[in-house]
């Protein structure tokens, strides 16, 4: 009997209900089993989200998602797709000037909308994509907000290098008392009055969308940075700017509030932090888009110093080397061209959620998704919302149970594997390195590393004077592929090792003769050449073999090391062994 490949099931769900969820994965294109070109594997998506017991991430409010499982169609729903409709149509009645073409799109429009909301499934922000894109291929117009996102930066940018907002922004007149701080504090309070005046910049948007603008009066600036705060999150952020070489992704928002955002960012670098900004892959309304940041002049001369990340899936190796250059300020995009959905962004984007101390998110529909959910997340999140001339700033903590292993703690972890390297040699012992499969084959990982370690314990009883290094010994709990690969490779380059062993058939065929086990199906024929990481390692054993020719290296020939190519983001097997 054929198994159903499933997700994982909600608590106390009945077949019927179940059915429903999952219908729900696949009316939004978010399914991962159905879209796996699109939708990002659990493990990309671990790399954001905490979850606990299985439970399957979704891209909304669990307001809009209690919604949608009740089946009863309720006002809320209904509203928020009637909200979307509304929102089509207006863009169809400004920019389209035909009569019969206003009238043909806005009837395709409502057609598909009935369609679309028929079984009552959609989320919200995903029929708005679904229409805003039939609105783009048809008119073929590639960003209709182009010109009023750069008219409001101009207007932000205006009032941002006026005169009068500058001599504002770095007046004193009695906002520190000095008296009783050391230099160190004071430092600190200096910083967190330019970054909260800084920060009341995010009420201003009504400046920026006036098509009377005026640079206001001193008074009147002054007066907004006395801007109330309100939430949780006001400490943490201040302590966060506080907190020395922290790196921060912030999430930009929408035209004009972006002129702000930069200004946040590029104040945070000068102080030594590292601020990623992420911005959408395309045009999304008045979202600030990667196309914005080139074709924009104001965007473009405000970011000209800022590092652009575009590689769309980058290693993590990579990216830890460039975050760990002598820059300060990076752009990426986050892969899409829609309201915030950790389902679909890039990979790049995931890995730097990951490899970050704090996200800073802006407005509301990003606080739906990430604040106003039960789902817990792998970094700190801080929502920063302007509502009635005031800030409202929460702050959600990492998930508690989150095993998180930074660059730094791998590096120390690979220096320590190191030293132990150097005293074997030191005692003229010789080093072998052994790379075999540990988890290319989907669910064996406890069998892996049981062959590679009855096999190293072979090699140790037969030889004398032999350090032999067991990759599988160094494996904690919460280390994914990025993490492994980033620590061995610099132990492998660290010029210790006098032979670089690749597992043969024949050394997993002898592991199991010597448990007194026939080899199982799924082992018969496997060597190194079928594990996607011991084929980089062979790209890594050549590469070091041409500054240490005297390196031996043992196992299946080189050519053999093709049929493996990417890790499926966060596993440690090929992504083209997802779906086996």
């Known amino acids: 009997m054929a198994s159903i490949e499933t997700q994982p099931k909600p608590l106390n769900a009945d077949p ?55 089946r009863n169609r309720p006002r809320f729903l209904c509203n928020r797709y009637r909200e979307v409709l509304d929102k089509i149509l207006a863009i169809v009645d400004e920019f389209i000037e035909s009569e019969y073409d206003r009238a043909f799109l806005s009837s395709l429009i409502r057609i598909k909308y009935d369609n679309e909301i028929q079984s009552r499934l959609l989320i919200p922000s995903r029929l708005e994509k679904r229409l805003y894109m039939i609105f783009l291929s048809r008119t073929h117009i590639e960003d209709p907000y182009d010109s009023l996102k750069k008219k409001e930066n101009t207007r932000a940018y205006r009032f941002m290098v006026s005169e009068t907002f500058k001599k504002a922004l770095y007046e004193v007149n009695g906002s520190i008392d000095l008296k ?28 920026w969308q006036d098509d009377n603008f005026r640079v206001p009066s001193s008074s009147a600036i002054k007066a907004m940075f006395k801007t109330k705060m309100t ?45 990623i900004l992420a911005v959408k892959e395309g045009p999304f309304f008045k979202k600030v888009c990667l196309t914005d940041t080139r074709t924009d002049p104001i965007l473009a001369k405000l970011l000209e110093q ?36 950790l389902l679909l962004v890039s990979t790049t984007f995931s890995r730097v959620f990951k490899e970050v101390d704090c996200v800073v998110s802006r407005g ?51 220096d320590k ?81 006098d032979i670089w062993r690749f597992q043969t058939y024949e050394d997993i065929a002898q592991s199991f003769a010597i448990m007194e086990q026939k080899v199982p199906p799924e082992w018969i024929g496997k060597d190194a050449t079928y594990s996607t990481g011991c084929t980089k390692e062979m790209r890594i054993a050549q590469d ?13 020939s080189v050519d053999k090391f093709m049929r493996r190519d990417e890790y499926g983001v966060g596993s440690m097997y090929d992504q083209r062994l997802a779906g086996l």
């Not at 921060?248 to 004009?256: Q, V, Y």
């Not at 997340?377 to 903590?397: E, S």
């Open 544 to 556: 070091v073999q041409k500054t240490n020719p005297e390196m031996q290296l043992m196992g299946p």
């Open 306 to 341: 800022a590092h652009f990340i575009h590689d769309k899936a980058i290693s993590k190796n990579k990216l830890v080397q460039r975050l760990k250059q002598d820059e300060n300020l990076y752009v990426i995009s986050d892969g899409t061209q829609e309201a915030l959905n």
């Open 364 to 414: 509301q529909k990003q606080r739906n998704r990430l604040i106003l959910t039960h789902f817990r997340f792998t970094r700190d999140v801080i929502n920063i919302c302007a509502k009635d001339n005031m800030l409202d700033i929460v702050y959600k903590p990492r998930h508690p149970d989150f095993i998180n292993f930074s660059h730094t703690d791998l590096e120390e972890k690979a």
């Open 16 to 70: 019927d209900q179940y059915a429903w969820f999952t219908a729900f994965f696949l009316e939004n294109h978010i399914d991962p089993f159905a879209y796996p070109m699109k939708v990002g594997s659990r493990e990309q998506v671990e790399f954001m989200v905490y979850s606990e017991n299985g439970e399957l991430f979704y891209p909304c409010s669990d307001t809009m998602f209690s919604s949608i499982m009740s």
């Open 231 to 275: 939430g949780n999150g006001v400490e943490q952020l201040l302590e966060l700017v506080n907190t020395p070489k922290s790196k921060i992704l912030w999430l930009t928002d929408e035209s004009g509030d972006v002129v702000a955002d930069i200004a946040i960012a590029q104040f945070l670098a000068n102080i030594g932090h590292v601020v």
């Open 417 to 497: 594997i190191i030293s132990k390297m150097r005293q074997a040699k030191e005692k003229n012992m010789t080093v072998m390195f052994y790379s075999g499969i540990i988890g290319s084959i989907p669910g064996k990982i406890d069998v892996a590393i049981k062959i590679m370690s009855c096999f190293i314990e072979h090699l140790k009883s037969q030889s004398d004077n032999l350090f032999i290094i067991n990759p599988s010994l160094y494996y904690e709990p919460g280390m994914d592929a990025d993490d492994l690969m980033y620590m061995w490779e610099i132990v492998q380059r660290s010029g210790y090792i």
């Open 180 to 207: 009783g701080l050391s230099l160190r504090q004071i430092k600190e309070k200096i910083n967190e009055i330019e970054f909260t005046r800084r920060l009341c910049l995010l009420t201003a948007t009504c400046l």
